[in-house]
């Protein structure tokens, strides 16, 4: 048996060397998947290569206008505000905020998780953090209002009157425990 240890080294270098020259050989893969697809006629392959444009060009006609926004709320919004709506002393006056700024959040989770991390960096509590994140996937006003047009207000109403309040026990619990160990998110690189 081959000990890769000794062959490879400790080197955090070569570590990431290997991570960079595996995450090459994947995109090359799958960019030769996709233009074999064309070549052969391979529908479901064709597929792949259609939803990868469309959803990239949605996120491209999303994202610069949300960095924007969310570089001006960093400036603009003072941390002593989100401190104390959103903070650790908010209690569930802050979950139920979480949810209100979620619910008007345009974009989905591409939005949400750089939002979650401002506000992270702002000074908000890490349960309310996770609520936001979590009411951000669930109940949105444009995805409700969707929602409703297809399979009626009565089943909208119940969906949020019994996912909102389950995300927010699990995000106090979540954030409580998480507090208590010492999280904390890291700095982007």
Same mark, same amino acid.
């Given at each position: 048996? !081959?000990?890769?240890?000794?062959?490879?080294?400790?080197?955090? !270098?070569?570590? +990431?060397?290997?991570?960079?020259? %595996?995450?090459? /050989?994947?995109? !090359?893969?799958?960019?030769?998947?996709? $233009?074999?697809?064309?070549?052969?006629?391979? =529908?479901?392959?064709e597929?792949?290569?259609?939803? $990868?444009? @469309?959803?990239?060009?949605?996120?491209? #006609?999303?994202?610069?206008?949300?960095?924007? $926004?969310?570089?001006?709320?960093?400036?603009?919004?003072? #941390?002593?505000?989100?401190? #104390?709506?959103? *903070?650790? #002393?908010?209690?569930?006056?802050?979950?139920?905020?979480?949810?209100?700024?979620?619910g /008007?959040?345009?974009?989905g989770? @591409? !939005?949400?998780?750089?939002?979650? @991390?401002? $506000?992270?960096?702002?000074?908000?509590?890490? *349960?309310?953090?996770? /609520?936001?994140?979590?009411?951000?996937?669930? %109940?949105?006003v444009?995805?409700?209002?969707? =929602?409703?047009?297809?399979? *009626?207000? +009565?089943?909208?109403?119940?969906?949020?009157? /019994?996912?909102?309040?389950?995300?927010?026990?699990?995000?106090?619990?979540? *954030?409580?425990?998480?507090? +208590?160990?010492?999280?904390?998110?890291?700095?982007?690189?």
């Open positions: 048996m !081959v000990n890769w240890y000794i062959f490879w080294g400790d080197s955090t !270098v070569k570590r +990431k060397a290997i991570s960079h020259a %595996c995450n090459i /050989t994947c995109l !090359v893969a799958y960019i030769l998947f996709l $233009l074999f697809s064309f070549i052969k006629g391979f =529908e479901p392959g597929r792949i290569a259609f939803n $990868l444009v @469309y959803f990239s060009l949605e996120m491209l #006609k999303i994202l610069p206008f949300a960095f924007i $926004l969310i570089g001006l709320f960093e400036v603009w919004v003072k #941390k002593e505000t989100i401190e #104390k709506h959103l *903070g650790s #002393k908010s209690g569930l006056r802050g979950h139920l905020n979480g949810v209100l700024l979620a /008007t959040t345009v974009g989770l @591409y !939005v949400a998780f750089p939002v979650a @991390y401002s $506000l992270y960096k702002k000074g908000a509590d890490l *349960g309310v953090i996770f /609520t936001y994140i979590g009411a951000s996937a669930i %109940c949105r444009p995805m409700t209002i969707f =929602e409703a047009s297809f399979l *009626g207000v +009565k089943f909208s109403v119940i969906r949020i009157c /019994t996912s909102v309040p389950m995300v927010i026990v699990s995000s106090m619990l979540l *954030g409580k425990f998480l507090t +208590k160990r010492g999280y904390a998110i890291k700095e982007g690189k």
